[in-house]
C-alpha cells in the first residue's frame, strides 16, 4: 500500500525559510511525478511545485517560481520543497502526491505558518 508522509512544516517570521520533505512507503519515486500542492484556510488546494523523478525537470506555480525549490535525494525515496521568501499568503497545509497505477495518493500534509 502507498503511504505518503510530509514533514518539516513549522512557524517562520516573513521572509524565512523551511525545507519540507516528501517521504513515500510501498512505491519508489523513480518513475512519478512527485507535486506539491497546499490548502490554505478558506481556500481551495491549489499546486505549488513538481518534478518527474527520473528525469529531475522540475515544474512551478507562478506564485512559486523564484522563490521555492522542489528537488529529489539523489539516493534516497524522497522529495523535498525548499520554501525560501516566505510571506503571510504561503501560510497552508503543504500536502505533497503522487499518481501511482492511475490512483492518486496523498500524505497528511505538515503546516506551515508564516507569521511575525
Known amino acids: 500500500q502507498v503511504h505518503l508522509v510530509e514533514s518539516g512544516g513549522g512557524q517562520v517570521q516573513p521572509g524565512g525559510s523551511l525545507r519540507l520533505s516528501c517521504s513515500a512507503s510501498g512505491v519508489t519515486f523513480d518513475h512519478h511525478v512527485i507535486q506539491w500542492f497546499r490548502e490554505a484556510p478558506g481556500k481551495e488546494r491549489q499546486f505549488v511545485a513538481g518534478?518527474?523523478?527520473?528525469?529531475?525537470?522540475?515544474f512551478y506555480s507562478a506564485s512559486a517560481k523564484g522563490r521555492f525549490t522542489i528537488y529529489k535525494h539523489l539516493t534516497e525515496n524522497m522529495v523535498y520543497l525548499h520554501l525560501g521568501s516566505l510571506n503571510i499568503d504561503d501560510t497552508a497545509v503543504y500536502y505533497c502526491t503522487a499518481e501511482v497505477g492511475g490512483q492518486d495518493y496523498w500524505g497528511q500534509g505538515t503546516q506551515v505558518t508564516v507569521s511575525s
Open positions: 518534478i518527474t523523478f527520473s528525469s529531475g525537470s522540475t
